[in-house]
């Protein structure tokens, strides 16, 4: 849905660490930004990050093992 270009630039607005696209899990086949250190996630309404600190939910241990599982490994350097 987000091109690699887009992903790479956008962060995180409350830390601004990286951000990683995973699916929503509710069956919907929609996909959302989250950041695994603030256990938060963001929506994406038509193709459109929607990066408010406000708009962001908090999400809880089984939602974000299932969040982590999806997303790609860490960079080694």
Do not use: K, T, W
């Not at 989250?34 to 939910?57: C, F, K, S």
């Not at 908090?58 to 350097?77: G, I």
């Amino acid at each position: 849905m987000l091109d690699d270009l887009l992903l790479s630039i956008l962060v995180c607005p409350a830390d601004r660490g990286p951000l990683v696209l995973v699916d929503h899990g509710d069956g919907s086949g929609g996909q959302v930004l989250y950041n695994p250190r603030l256990r938060r996630a963001y929506r994406i309404d038509d193709g459109i990050p929607v990066l408010l600190v406000d708009e962001a939910r908090d999400v809880d241990d089984d939602e974000h093992a299932r969040f982590m599982a999806q997303a790609p490994p860490a960079d080694p350097q």
